[in-house]
């Protein structure tokens, strides 16, 4: 059997698993609708200007570009695909901002394409699962909103695929770590920004180094505060100038718990990247930390006001709380560690080719066509034990019989192999038993 014929870093599932993965994209979903947000899509395509005004030499190496889309090579350096769905968010909330009505809350599950070096849980094409709360104003509670939802849309997706443990968000707020960063006088606080985002990629003796240089004088100090709980740390920075903003996180702490979210204060979340403001947020599965964040978010104040920049449209402030589920990632990781167990029926009901005319046969079919049921009909003419073994390699549920007899009684035969049970009705009760 001819092995690797597609591209690295591309993806594609048996029907079993592209089955599981399109119940844990429709849960997301469903989840997503249940909490206010309403759905857009975005082009695959979007022009480079857009892309890469949060920051050209990150981006630059993420993109693929497009060649020939207006049928010329004069557009080589205009187009790629979109390598994340929130600066195409951001164009869009731009572009249609008379028509929008705020605060304007969305989601967005697309595909996306960004330059990975093929590896575990990276991909060149993937499934992004986005949420958004975009307005002039954001309320700490729209915070609340999203994590509690992606919260939910997580633990459904555990139970769903029973495996038994709990989503843990893990929350801070970029503004406690500026406090430190002012209150120690640290110079290079991008690198500790960056360091305090590495921490548990890191050996204990090797952050505590990176630390010392960074604050020779005061990384002792610094390591006793970062493990303190949140009510003390806002005590010791009670004097900063941002501590109206650290409080903030305080309230959507308490809410979160309040509203029986698995939430913890962790200082060491970052989401370093300049363009992250605020309260920011990643989540974990218990047990599973190896797993690294399955979802992620935070403010993205910043964004908005880089694309009017990019494009010279008109000033207006718009910010924003973003989080997003990377499936894709989420799915892989589930599947390497065995945990996609669960069993699903691609098909649930299979008619038999017997002895009935084909007019009967057909009946039968435009009476299955109005239940809810997926069927599946058996047209080749074979021994019975193969039709049987051809259902019990798809694992079909329901068998239908239907003999001269059954035809000449307006019946069929269901076998229900679930229960072990078998009884026949008339054809036009196919609806009711299938509910």
Same mark, same amino acid.
């Not at 360091?195 to 010392?212: G, I, N, P, V």
């Not at 599965?285 to 403010?299: H, P, Q, W």
């Not at 239907?402 to 069929?412: C, L, M």
């Given at each position: 059997?001819?092995?690797?014929?597609?591209?690295?870093?591309?993806?594609?599932?048996?029907?079993?698993?592209?089955?599981?993965?399109?119940?844990?994209?429709?849960?997301?979903?469903?989840?997503?609708?249940?909490?206010?947000?309403?759905?857009?899509?975005?082009?695959?395509?979007?022009?480079?200007?857009?892309?890469?005004?949060?920051?050209?030499?990150?981006?630059?190496?993420?993109?693929?570009?497009?060649?020939?889309?207006?049928?010329?090579?004069?557009?080589?350096?205009?187009?790629?695909?979109?390598?994340?769905?929130?600066?195409?968010?951001?164009?869009?909330?731009?572009?249609?901002?008379?028509?929008?009505?705020?605060?304007?809350?969305?989601?967005?599950?697309?595909?996306?394409?960004?330059?990975?070096?093929?590896?575990?849980?990276?991909?060149?094409?993937?499934?992004?699962?986005?949420?958004?709360?975009?307005?002039? /104003? @954001?309320?700490?509670?729209?915070?609340? $909103? =999203? &994590? *509690?939802? !992606?919260?939910? %849309?997580?633990?459904?997706?555990?139970?769903?695929?029973?495996?038994?443990?709990?989503?843990?968000?893990?929350?801070?707020?970029?503004?406690?770590?500026?406090?430190?960063?002012?209150?120690?006088?640290?110079?290079?606080?991008?690198?500790?920004?960056?360091?305090?985002?590495?921490?548990?990629?890191?050996?204990?003796?090797?952050?505590?180094?990176?630390?010392?240089?960074?604050?020779?004088?005061?990384?002792?100090?610094?390591? /006793? @505060?970062?493990?303190?709980?949140?009510? $003390? =740390? &806002? *005590?010791? !920075?009670?004097? %900063?100038?941002?501590?109206?903003?650290?409080?903030?996180?305080?309230?959507?702490?308490?809410?979160?718990?309040?509203?029986?979210?698995?939430?913890?204060?962790?200082?060491?979340?970052?989401?370093?990247?300049?363009?992250?403001?605020?309260?920011?947020?990643?989540?974990?599965?218990?047990?599973?930390?190896?797993?690294?964040?399955?979802?992620s978010g935070g403010r993205y104040d910043n964004l908005v006001w880089a694309i009017r920049k990019a494009t010279n449209s008109k000033w207006t402030e718009l910010v924003w709380v973003w989080w997003s589920i990377g499936l894709s990632r989420f799915?892989?990781?589930?599947?390497?560690?065995?945990?996609?167990?669960?069993?699903?029926?691609?098909?649930?009901?299979?008619?038999?080719?017997?002895?009935?005319?084909?007019?009967?046969?057909?009946?039968?079919?435009?009476?299955?066509?109005?239940?809810?049921?997926?069927?599946?009909?058996?047209?080749?003419?074979?021994?019975?034990?193969?039709?049987?073994?051809?259902?019990?390699?798809?694992?079909?549920?329901?068998?239908?019989?239907?003999?001269?007899?059954?035809?000449?009684?307006?019946?069929?035969?269901?076998?229900?192999?679930?229960?072990?049970?078998?009884?026949?009705?008339?054809?036009?009760?196919?609806?009711?038993?299938?509910?």
């Amino acid at each position: 059997m001819a092995k690797n014929l597609k591209p690295s870093g591309f993806i594609d599932y048996n029907p079993e698993k592209q089955k599981i993965f399109n119940e844990i994209k429709n849960i997301i979903e469903k989840n997503y609708s249940k909490f206010w947000f309403v759905n857009i899509e975005t082009p695959a395509v979007e022009n480079n200007s857009i892309l890469t005004a949060k920051g050209w030499d990150e981006v630059a190496k993420q993109i693929f570009g497009l060649y020939g889309l207006a049928q010329g090579w004069e557009d080589t350096k205009k187009y790629s695909l979109h390598f994340d769905l929130t600066v195409p968010f951001a164009r869009y909330a731009i572009e249609y901002e008379e028509d929008i009505k705020f605060p304007f809350k969305r989601y967005q599950i697309q595909k996306v394409f960004r330059w990975e070096r093929a590896q575990k849980g990276r991909f060149k094409e993937f499934y992004q699962c986005d949420i958004d709360i975009i307005w002039e /104003k @954001i309320s700490e509670f729209y915070d609340v $909103e =999203i &994590i *509690e939802t !992606l919260y939910n %849309s997580l633990e459904n997706i555990l139970d769903f695929l029973e495996i038994n443990k709990k989503a843990k968000v893990h929350i801070n707020n970029k503004f406690l770590i500026e406090s430190l960063i002012e209150k120690f006088n640290i110079e290079n606080s991008k690198d500790f920004f960056k360091l305090l985002d590495d921490y548990y990629k890191l050996e204990k003796a090797d952050f505590e180094s990176k630390l010392k240089e960074l604050s020779p004088n005061n990384y002792s100090e610094i390591l /006793k @505060i970062l493990k303190k709980d949140l009510n $003390e =740390i &806002i *005590e010791i !920075l009670k004097d %900063s100038k941002y501590i109206e903003q650290i409080i903030e996180l305080q309230t959507i702490y308490n809410t979160l718990k309040n509203r029986w979210v698995n939430v913890v204060f962790d200082p060491y979340i970052t989401r370093w990247l300049d363009y992250y403001t605020w309260v920011v947020f990643e989540t974990f599965v218990t047990d599973y930390e190896k797993f690294g964040s399955v979802c992620s978010g935070g403010r993205y104040d910043n964004l908005v006001w880089a694309i009017r920049k990019a494009t010279n449209s008109k000033w207006t402030e718009l910010v924003w709380v973003w989080w997003s589920i990377g499936l894709s990632r989420f799915f892989s990781l589930l599947e390497e560690n065995n945990l996609l167990n669960k069993k699903l029926n691609l098909t649930d009901i299979i008619v038999f080719n017997l002895w009935c005319s084909n007019n009967y046969r057909e009946k039968i079919i435009n009476f299955l066509k109005n239940t809810s049921k997926t069927f599946d009909i058996y047209y080749n003419k074979a021994k019975l034990d193969k039709q049987f073994k051809y259902a019990e390699n798809k694992n079909i549920k329901y068998w239908i019989f239907a003999w001269e007899t059954e035809e000449e009684n307006g019946e069929i035969m269901i076998k229900d192999l679930e229960n072990r049970t078998s009884e026949n009705i008339k054809i036009n009760e196919l609806k009711k038993y299938f509910k």
